[in-house]
């Protein structure tokens, strides 16, 4: 069965600092990819995803996720943080067999002034 | 803009106890999806609908009854409440049932506490 592998429950970092977030998954054959993210006190929102194509995808707010098939990764990065990026980050993958979302346990980013 | 709306924002329940966890969304998406956020065990599926009338479980199904009448609602309804359904649970819906194809959107969430 499909699984997604968040290495790190949670990630404090000072602001402006650059931030990474590690996702792995298990499947071999063609997935979709995606971050979510989860404010305090909200529902998830969808940061960004991979479909296809090139495999550096960017949000609307920094952040960016690469798509590495052989190290079947798809890690979130920021080169500078701010306080608002406070939140709970979900990678998820698409199952091929039921072509339903599968989370990852998510990794909590904590900004620091 | 509503979007997903959960009612209520928090419940306390004693075991036993039954309750029904509203969710209602404004968006005309044909599924809809209940989930369960617990510390260390992120998100998982507790039953889902492709359309009025049609519904399905997910990977945690037991303790959990849903019916979906209309496109616009998806109720959760928990018949004898157990400590171990003490979570926060998710309403979510999309456009269409492929997790790819549209984003899925979310309710801010009901909290659940069972003593």
């Known amino acids: 069965a499909q699984s997604v592998t968040q290495l790190d429950s949670q990630v404090p970092v000072f602001e402006e600092a650059p931030v990474e977030l590690r996702c792995n998954y298990s499947s071999s054959v063609s997935v979709y990819l995606f971050w979510y993210v989860q404010y305090p006190n909200q529902g998830l929102q969808l940061l960004l995803k991979y479909l296809s194509g090139s495999t550096l995808v960017e949000s609307i707010n920094g952040f960016e996720a690469e798509f590495n098939k052989s190290q079947t990764s798809f890690h979130l990065r920021k080169p500078s943080v701010h306080i608002s990026d406070t939140a709970e980050y979900f990678c998820a993958v698409s199952d091929p067999n039921t072509d339903k979302l599968i989370f990852g346990t998510g990794t909590r980013l904590q900004v620091f002034p | 803009n509503a979007g997903v709306t959960q009612t209520p924002k928090f419940q306390v329940l004693k075991t036993g106890q039954s309750m029904t966890l509203q969710c209602a969304q404004d968006?005309?998406?044909?599924?809809m999806s209940w989930y369960r956020q617990d510390p260390g065990m992120g998100l998982r599926l507790i039953h889902y609908?492709?359309?009025?009338?049609?519904?399905d479980q997910g990977e945690v199904p037991n303790g959990y009854n849903v019916s979906r009448s209309t496109t616009e609602d998806f109720p959760l309804r928990l018949l004898s409440a157990a400590p171990s359904q003490t979570s926060v649970y998710f309403c979510?819906?999309?456009?269409?049932?492929?997790?790819?194809?549209?984003?899925?959107?979310f309710g801010n969430g009901t909290r659940l506490t069972v003593t």
């Open positions: 979510a819906s999309s456009r269409t049932p492929e997790g790819y194809n549209s984003p899925l959107h």
């Open positions: 968006m005309n998406h044909e599924y």
């Open positions: 609908s492709v359309g009025a009338g049609i519904t």
